[in-house]
């Protein structure tokens, strides 16, 4: 059977599986990334773990082999000064691995991954022009012009988290980024404006209660659920950011759709509804009522993964 | 001779000319705009000047006809609500025009024309990934990704210019965009920062005894030039927004480079060190030392016309 290898490296975890051409993922498995500190080992558990999953799945054609990676370079297969990992600098990633696994390999960032996932396996099937906002800790972003991947000149490009919505007087983002986008649109963020909605109303809330450090992304939804002014006033704030975040993104790719995708998008409509109504409210004239904010159509458990396949089966189908 | 039309329809001028395939532009001419508010006159002024150049150059073989123009729409062959042309509503151009001259023929606003002239004829061959800003009244972008055209899903990818920079106290654009950066970014918006500063500081200035009406953008250089403190702080002001914004812009297309054309472009080092500087400090550390600010290659009397033209070479040499 024709397969393609998908390997999404996280922080916490590696996932690893084997993917169909149409996105399914027939096997899979991870292990902890910060087991294997020392990158050589990390390499020879990959090799491990791929052909433990080839052995578990019968006869295999391997085709390709593809990684999702923060901070990667699609042109130099590199991961270059990631903050979440523990291999510091510049890592060479394709060349050592490609002595291990001999077939098609390619790299690039998550988001970039879970973009071409979204066309080539999701709900951007027969789009061209799409942007991918990955929402888990920090936001990410893939963007599609012309029905290809944007990397850019050194394939840093979409790194949207970092765009600075608001560069007077802003919230620092992890790379101090002044009023970057991620210190309000992320899991991070909302729990940020959690905090900020409480020292400007004195409304009741659950979380007068709960210290940052044990607050969670999924509690502030149930308390919006059930009323929660705070957890209400926070979802508004943080879907108002995005939506005018969105709207001037349009100005750059004028995109067919947004998709927001993990973490703060299982939110639903909490999310989904203002971002929606302060994007048309601040798109210009030209745009309105041509911009969509869709759901990804990918089961999240298995996206990074299919994303990562996507990077060789893209190839393979063009 | 093999040539290419160019068009440039602008609110005050309609330029025309014949453009070789090296962006020579070797007869050109023009006519006023306003002279023609009804379109389909319009459209005969512009056969009988296209038939008039052709007759000028003497042995013609006309290739095709490429147009810039303001609103355009380059999937529809459309000038759609074009706030500085006579014309209202949705224009049919390129169907009527195709009528009159049957020639290959594309149309796109002026800021993408001068994008495609810069990598088919100046300063952007060779390149894959750029930008070109153009700043005349007000602000224009023509953005280049993996070598092609960004015209988004519906033709009006690259509106730069009403990218809100300060969403929350900042300036309108003609197009009502609250910090809109061609508020701030453009031959008006340099004048309404020279108020701003006669309003900051007490300092003489020779603006102080000349109206808003009267100013106009040479005399700033020229008292920046002659050392007058508030246009050296106007221009410091302008570039440092420029610069704040071109570094944000990179999170999205990571380009090589930035071209800055016309008006305020040749106001030289006034205008590109402090907008390279604070780009420089604003840059994420993964793009710092990548990305250029740079003038445009083409001669500006004939930047719009062979940019227009490029429209159709760049298919030709494709």
Redesign the interface.
């Known amino acids: 059977m024709d397969l393609v290898a998908g390997i999404d490296i996280g922080g916490t975890k590696t996932k690893l599986g084997l993917v169909d051409r149409d996105g399914r993922c027939m096997v899979q498995s991870f292990f902890r990334t910060k087991e294997y500190p020392d990158f050589d080992e990390f390499l020879d558990k990959i090799q491990e773990s791929i052909n433990a999953l080839i052995a578990e799945s019968g006869e295999v054609n391997l085709l390709g082999l593809g990684i999702g990676a923060p ?1 990667a370079s699609n042109a130099r297969g590199t991961i ?2 990631a903050p979440n990992l523990a291999w510091k600098g510049i890592v060479p990633l394709l060349e050592p691995l490609k002595q291990r696994i001999d077939v098609p390999m390619k790299v690039t960032n998550d988001a970039n991954a879970a973009a071409l996932g979204e066309m080539l396996f999701g709900n951007a099937k027969g789009m ?2 799409f942007v991918v906002i990955t929402l888990g800790t920090g936001l990410g972003s893939g ?1 599609v ?2 029905g ?1 991947m ?11 988290g ?8 802003g919230r620092l983002t992890g ?1 101090d ?1 002044r009023g970057g986008l991620e210190a309000y649109v992320s899991a991070t963020g909302l729990k940020r404006t959690v905090l900020y909605m409480m020292s400007k109303y004195m409304e009741p809330s659950r979380f007068r209660s709960i210290a940052f450090d044990d607050l969670h992304g999924e509690e502030i939804t149930e308390a919006a659920e059930a009323g929660d002014p705070i957890a209400v006033r926070a979802f508004e704030y943080t879907g108002k950011i995005l939506g ?1 975040a969105l709207a ?2 349009t ?6 759709a947004f998709f927001l995708v993990g973490g703060l998008a299982n939110c639903g409509d909490w999310i989904f509804d203002p971002a929606t109504r302060y994007m048309e409210e ?1 798109l ?4 309105k009522g ?2 969509k904010i869709l759901p990804s159509g990918i089961a999240e458990k298995n996206a990074a993964v299919s994303g990562a396949a996507a990077l060789i089966w893209s190839d393979l189908q063009a």
Chains 1, 2 share one sequence.
């Open positions: 901070n270059e000064h061209k022009d963007i012009s012309n290809q944007i990397y850019g000149h050194d394939g840093f490009a979409g790194e949207l970092h765009f600075a919505m608001l560069p007077e007087d790379l980024v005018i001037n993104f100005t750059f790719s004028q995109p067919e601040n210009l004239q030209v745009y041509k911009v």
